[in-house]
């Protein structure tokens, strides 16, 4: 009983580990003395994305404008991930969906530094929207984040249960 009871935690657990295997590389652009992008790192790690570099830079619109980021769209960070950009605290789910869905765009972006979004936990979490940024600069919406959550330090946890 005990072996079967392994088997099935195993195929049921085994696709939710390994959905994350083979996530690409990120690499960050920080300000050398900004705080809530290490908090931003560590919620990516946590999500999966565990290939990331962090690179300190003194003059991030400069930064941002040779990656091809508007500066409409600016907040603390700005990020590679393959082919798309990503500017200020974006959560990794949506970066994962941006990835599955493959739209033609330059990325996303989470402009300013919203509370409640990822590396900016702690005061009264906001709502805040995660936009698609296309090739022409503009930005349509990407995800609404109504309820933001309030910690993304945490690893998900899976729980089984067996049965009496």
């Given at each position: 009983?005990?072996?079967?009871?392994?088997?099935?935690?195993?195929?049921?657990?085994?696709?939710?580990?390994?959905?994350?295997?083979?996530?690409?590389?990120?690499?960050?652009?920080?300000?050398?003395?900004?705080?809530?992008?290490?908090?931003?790192?560590?919620?990516?790690?946590?999500?999966?994305?565990?290939r990331?570099?962090?690179?300190?830079?003194?003059?991030?619109?400069?930064?941002?404008?040779?990656?091809?980021?508007?500066e409409?769209?600016?907040?603390?960070?700005?990020?590679?991930?393959?082919?798309?950009?990503?500017?200020?605290?974006?959560?990794?789910?949506?970066?994962?969906?941006?990835?599955?869905?493959?739209?033609?765009?330059?990325?996303?972006?989470?402009?300013?530094?919203?509370?409640?979004?990822?590396?900016?936990?702690?005061?009264?979490?906001?709502?805040?929207d995660?936009?698609?940024?296309?090739?022409?600069?503009?930005?349509?919406?990407?995800q609404?984040?109504?309820?933001?959550?309030?910690?993304?330090?945490?690893?998900?946890?899976?729980?089984?249960?067996?049965?009496?």
């Amino acid at each position: 009983m005990k072996r079967v009871f392994w088997l099935l935690a195993l195929l049921f657990v085994a696709p939710v580990l390994l959905a994350d295997a083979g996530l690409p590389a990120v690499t960050m652009y920080k300000n050398p003395a900004c705080g809530c992008c290490g908090a931003w790192t560590e919620h990516m790690r946590n999500a999966g994305f565990d290939r990331l570099q962090s690179h300190a830079v003194t003059d991030m619109s400069a930064t941002r404008r040779a990656l091809g980021m508007p500066e409409a769209h600016a907040s603390c960070h700005t990020a590679q991930i393959g082919q798309y950009l990503l500017e200020g605290h974006v959560p990794a789910d949506d970066i994962k969906r941006l990835l599955r869905e493959h739209p033609d765009a330059i990325g996303l972006a989470v402009p300013g530094m919203p509370m409640g979004s990822p590396g900016m936990e702690g005061g009264k979490a906001e709502a805040y929207d995660t936009l698609l940024i296309l090739k022409d600069g503009s930005a349509r919406l990407f995800q609404r984040h109504d309820k933001p959550m309030t910690s993304h330090t945490e690893k998900p946890r899976i729980f089984l249960i067996p049965d009496p």
